[in-house]
């Protein structure tokens, strides 16, 4: 067979990963070529393999899926990433095509879903397994071909992670919804913000706020009510 899509696994339970090989060796297309059980292991793997598409479980030990696929993204820009998880809330699902994934599978139905998700996800089109349509998620993310350009300086002192806590904040969310949007503990997030605050010299909410505005992270129609 010629042209096999090749695919990495990711999943920290060695279990979960022989189940989906078994899957996936039920199609010839398909060909597994590497297999990782942490994000770091992850990320150096697809770099070495630049596989078709990365099957990526949300919940790892040192980092999560939504790290992960942005990680491999950066790198590999042609890779397709899937999600194959056992959460099924709409944020997790919402965060996980932000970062840059096209695919999401329920662990619970991988096993009728699997390969109609690789399928579709390989083809170029988003993939969920829910009755979220296309359109509805394109929607939840904000696919848009204008994206913000920002030029401010002092933003870009800010590490990638510090300007996607700073919108987080900016938006209203307190220190435990920022830390379940990103997979990170409150203290963590509580750190990030005094650290945005000390770059950026600002001094309180208001501040914060009216930052986040002239830049265009957020919408100020959002706090007139």
């Known amino acids: 067979m010629t042209n096999k899509k090749t695919i990495v696994i990711v999943d920290d339970h060695p279990l979960f990963r022989e189940g989906l090989k078994a899957i996936i060796g039920r199609e010839e297309a398909y060909e597994v070529v590497g297999e990782a059980g942490d994000g770091e292991q992850a990320i ?4 070495e393999l630049k596989p078709d598409l990365a099957l990526v479980d949300m919940s790892l030990p040192d980092q999560s899926g ?3 696929t942005r990680q491999i993204k950066r790198h590999l820009p042609n890779t397709c990433i899937m999600i194959v998880s056992m959460h099924s809330k709409v944020d997790y699902i919402v965060q996980a ?3 840059g994934a096209t695919g999401y599978v329920v662990k619970e139905s991988a096993s ?10 390989l083809r170029g089109e988003y993939f969920m397994d829910s009755s979220i349509s296309h359109k509805v998620v394109k929607r939840l993310v904000g696919l848009q071909e204008k994206k913000v350009e920002i030029t401010d300086a002092a933003y870009d002192t800010l590490t990638p992670r510090e300007q996607e806590v700073m919108v987080l904040f900016a938006e209203g969310l307190s220190k435990e919804e920022v830390a379940e949007r990103l997979f ?5 997030a509580e750190n990030h913000r005094s650290n945005i605050m000390s770059k950026l010299n600002l001094h309180g909410t208001v501040d914060f706020i009216r930052f986040a505005t002239k830049l265009g992270l957020i919408d100020v129609d959002m706090w007139k009510e």
């Open 44 to 47: 150096r793997i697809c770099k």
């Open 66 to 68: 939504i790290q992960v």
């Open 97 to 99: 095509f932000q970062s």
């Open 112 to 121: 009728n879903r699997l390969l109609l998700g690789m399928d579709a996800v």
């Open 184 to 188: 990170i503990s409150p203290k963590t």
